[in-house]
């Protein structure tokens, strides 16, 4: 009897560990989002490199294409201060950091690839699959940051895409936001008073907020676990239930 009880208590505390061990071993590699609040700064330091957001058009700062902001490029280059601001980076090396990102335009590679050192199917690269150009939502405007063997998740805040609607101007649609005006411009299907409140009234706003205090939400993506782990994880279980047969 003394020794039914011994092996039920042995039992009993070989089941506790392991369902200790198993829950670290799940959850050591999960993160909450956390908000980031990026400052206006327009500057960041990619392989030695000063990057400058906002100039004068004409200037060289990286929003500009010709004499209008690239909405997509500065999204980007705020992500990217997000990412920064979080891991508290004030210089990147784009050797030791891989980028993808689900914001199907040219604006991100042109900043990334083209304007700074990243490089195109190396460690650069559109989602797959992924949301075509015209469609694309607040969903679709995330970047992943792979480095030093973490991936940081980057979604830009609806914030960033916020607007005051004037309901007196031609082309305004109520309940319309950024990513409705942009979708029927993009698509061919606004009306031209549309494309000139979303060109006119809503652009400027948004460039206004890419170009001062941002807000992106950043979290821990978690790591696959390398397969010895659940090798450990299985090897346990299996101990477990030869246990649990002689027991029975």
Not at 88 to 108: A, C, K, R, V, Y
Not at 156 to 165: A, C, G, I, L, T
């Amino acid at each position: 009897m003394l020794k039914d009880e011994s092996e039920a208590i042995g039992m009993k505390r070989f089941l506790m560990l392991f369902q200790v061990a198993l829950f670290l071993i799940l959850t050591v590699s999960l993160a909450g989002a956390v908000t980031i609040t990026v400052a206006p700064e327009s500057t960041v330091v990619v392989d030695g490199n000063h990057y400058t957001l906002v100039t004068p058009p004409g200037g060289g700062g990286l929003m500009w294409e010709g004499n209008k902001a690239c909405l997509c490029a500065m999204t980007a280059f705020r992500a990217l201060q997000a990412f920064g601001t979080f891991l508290s980076l004030s210089e990147f090396d784009s050797h030791q950091i891989s980028i993808t990102t689900g914001w199907n335009t040219h604006g991100p590679e042109e900043l990334f690839v083209d304007k700074m050192t990243w490089v195109a199917g190396v460690n650069f690269a559109y989602a797959d699959p992924i949301t075509a150009s015209p469609q694309l939502t607040l969903q679709d405007a995330w970047y992943n940051f792979t480095y030093q063997g973490n991936i940081y998740r980057v979604d830009s805040h609806y914030n960033n895409y916020r607007f005051s609607p004037v309901s007196s101007a031609p082309g305004y649609v109520a309940g319309w936001d950024f990513f409705a005006y942009r979708t029927a411009v993009q698509t061919g299907t606004a009306t031209p008073a549309q494309r000139n409140y979303f060109r006119d009234i809503i652009r400027p706003q948004i460039v206004a907020n890419l170009e001062g205090q941002t807000w992106f939400d950043v979290a821990v993506t978690p790591v696959p676990l390398p397969g010895t782990v659940w090798l450990l994880v299985a090897g346990l279980a299996k101990v477990v239930g030869l246990r649990l047969r002689t027991k029975a």
